[in-house]
């Protein structure tokens, strides 16, 4: 990537202003601005794509909320404090406290805003994702990311948010009090539109996609398939680190460890959670599934060739057959099936007689040398998707206090810039295994949400939950 770019002084008068400026309008961007606008607060994002997309629109679409309306309608006993002792349980503790209970609190009137705006969620029923102890993962019928987005983009640019696509972030305004004045966007004909505003929100990337610092800072991943937006390419850290942002949690990311290979596509957890093992080349399992999918990327890596198999059976096949990216990965011939053992063995290229110890441990009879519990065993006729383990999004970046504000290296707060979703520290902690299912989503929505919050009282107002 080019280097991100900071320029000091003021645009020229004649530039356009806005009191607040957003840059991505992914899952956290248009939030922020759905809720600004509703208070009527002129707000423009800026987005690189002609459609908005990034890793909202290739993640599974789910948020995780605790005390929303539908949870309640749902009959869901939760609270934030339940869900805040869950995430810290995933990640040992490790995970920033203030940052912890921000979201957590935040997250369940976020989902009230967004069903307001007509966003239909409905919470995941049949499961638990791992780490979770109650269902209070959000979705909207279609169980995409990519409806998830058009459906905030809708709501956002309906209330009132102004979109500018095909306009990508090149280069910061910073004015000699430290505050930013405006921000730099190349468009598609080379030209740079210069746009002022009164706040700057960073919505916009992690650095999944910037090979060099994935090296540097999460070296499992070095080697791993990247099933990322390649806008992630570290800039708003870029920025940062030029105006003297402390950084945090560069270690944590959320990697996956059902990539589909070679198809290229996500094969719902939920087929382990359901009962399903991952089996390697030589016909063992490797590691318990259920303790989550971010860890069992690296799991996965470290087997023979870097692959897996996923190995279920009818019950979950019926129930995956749920998930719109299942579906188009069995459309693209990831799903084989084997009448038995013999041919479930030849599909693997194992010896059938270590198969077939494998198999006779996944059962609730058996002490299982991982340390899972199942609750029923696999009957044939077997379903397999070979798979490998890919780095979805990163989780460390910018820091922020508990109302977004950007922390300079003595941990005093930016005049007027705002970080949340990828380009800021999340809540997983510093290493893959902190990742609770759904913090993505949940730093991004929650992040959003209360990052409108602070633009709004950075210009002198208040929002009300009702905005």
Not at 104 to 132: I, S, W
Not at 455 to 462: C, I, M, S, V, Y
Request: aromatic content about 6%.
């Amino acid at each position: 990537m080019s280097a991100p770019l900071i320029k000091h002084g003021a645009p020229d008068a004649d530039a356009m202003h806005v009191p607040v400026l957003i840059i991505g309008a992914g899952a956290c961007g248009l939030t922020a601005a759905l809720r600004l606008a509703s208070a009527g607060i002129d707000t423009v994002l800026i987005e690189r794509d002609a459609t908005p997309s990034g890793s909202t629109a290739l993640s599974s679409g789910f948020i995780p909320a605790a005390g929303s309306a539908v949870q309640r309608t749902a009959g869901i006993d939760d609270d934030a404090a339940r869900f805040a002792a869950d995430i810290q349980a995933k990640a040992h503790g490790t995970a920033a406290p203030h940052l912890v209970a921000a979201y957590t609190g935040a997250a369940a009137p976020a989902m009230d805003l967004l069903a307001r705006h007509g966003l239909a969620f409905e919470v995941l029923d049949g499961f638990l994702y791992p780490g979770h102890h109650a269902r209070r993962m959000h979705a909207l019928p279609e169980r995409t990311g990519q409806a998830l987005v058009a459906a905030l983009e809708r709501a956002a640019t309906s209330a009132g948010a102004m979109l500018l696509t095909r306009a990508l972030a090149r280069e910061l305004w910073v004015g000699e009090d430290g505050r930013i004045t405006a921000v730099g966007c190349e468009r598609p004909d080379g030209s740079v539109e210069v746009i002022g505003c009164d706040v700057l929100i960073l919505a916009c990337n992690g650095f999944g996609g910037n090979a060099a610092m994935v090296a540097e800072h999460l070296p499992a991943m070095r080697d791993a398939v990247y099933g990322g937006h390649v806008g992630n390419d570290g800039s708003a850290i870029g920025w940062g680190m030029q105006l003297g942002a402390r950084l945090a949690d560069l270690g944590g990311y959320q990697g996956h460890g059902s990539w589909a290979t070679p198809q290229g596509a996500l094969i719902s957890w939920a087929v382990m959670m359901d009962g399903g093992v991952q089996i390697n080349a030589d016909g063992l399992r490797f590691h318990d599934e259920t303790h989550g999918y971010s860890e069992a990327a690296v799991h996965v890596l470290a087997q023979p060739g870097g692959v897996a198999w996923n190995v279920f059976d009818d019950r979950t096949l019926a129930l995956a057959r749920g998930f719109p990216d299942f579906v188009a990965a069995e459309e693209g011939h990831a799903l084989k099936t084997c009448a038995g053992l013999p041919e479930l063995a030849a599909l693997i290229g194992c010896a059938a007689d270590t198969l077939r110890q494998t198999l006779q441990a996944v059962s609730p009879d058996a002490d299982d040398i991982h340390g899972r519990r199942f609750e029923r065993g696999l009957q044939a006729p077997y379903h397999a998707v070979k798979v490998t383990g890919a780095l979805f999004h990163t989780q460390g970046g910018l820091d922020i206090d508990a109302q977004c504000r950007v922390l300079d290296r003595d941990g005093q707060a930016l005049p007027n810039l705002l970080a949340a979703g990828g380009a800021a520290r999340g809540v997983s902690g510093n290493e893959v295994s902190g990742y609770l299912s759904g913090n993505g989503l949940l730093s991004a929505v929650a992040g959003g949400y209360i990052a409108a919050a602070t633009a709004a009282a950075t210009l002198g107002q208040t929002l009300s939950r009702e905005f």
